[in-house]
């Protein structure tokens, strides 16, 4: 985890907002792979903020990282506008969707859409007090995160299809 939403000393800075923890980039095998995703994150955030797909904080940052997780492939933590992405997905198609559903995330708090912090167990979305406390399929329908998916679903095809970033890696 990235100290709680905080970059770590040990991440190393790839230029454009963009960092890796030191585990990502320690062995061969997944730096070779990290390394991949890294150009997958730049291209992609390029285009996002170039074409203006979503509307991000210029401070906006990018940790790749492995999450320890098996239902939870990204974190954005809008107190520090980082956005916290599982760099060993298991293709580069879901990589960037985890990556934009993030982004949005990142765009629905820079806009006031979502407001966190009011508890740890409540968020407003759109006015609306929501509970965040809830079983996963509860989680997966709450509108913040709904919105997230399909954004991320469309963000990936326009990137994929129109924008070929992943050509010529």
């Keep these: 985890m990235a100290n709680g939403g905080f970059l770590?000393?040990?991440d190393k800075d790839l230029g454009s907002n963009i960092y890796a923890a030191h585990v990502v980039l320690y062995t061969k095998a997944t730096r070779d792979a990290a390394e991949k995703r890294?150009?997958?994150a730049k291209r992609a955030m390029w285009q996002i903020k170039?074409?203006?797909?979503?509307?991000?904080?210029?401070?906006v940052k990018l940790r790749l990282a492995h999450i320890k997780s098996a239902r939870r492939f990204g974190t954005y933590y809008h107190w520090s506008r980082l956005a916290e992405v599982e760099v060993r997905s298991k293709t580069d198609e879901s990589f960037i969707e985890s990556l934009c559903h993030e982004m949005t995330h990142a765009d629905q708090y820079h806009h006031g859409r979502?407001?966190?912090?009011?508890s740890n167990s409540f968020k407003k979305w759109h006015g609306a007090v929501y509970s965040t406390a809830t079983d996963h399929a509860s989680y997966l329908a709450l509108p913040w995160e709904v919105e997230a998916r399909e954004t991320a679903a469309t963000l990936t095809g326009?990137?994929?299809?129109?924008f070929r970033i992943l050509n010529d890696l």
């Design 50 to 59: 170039k074409h203006q797909l979503l509307n991000l904080p210029n401070d």
């Design 8 to 10: 770590e000393k040990s």
């Design 38 to 40: 890294v150009r997958i």
């Design 114 to 118: 979502l407001i966190g912090g009011i």
């Design 158 to 162: 326009v990137l994929i299809n129109d």
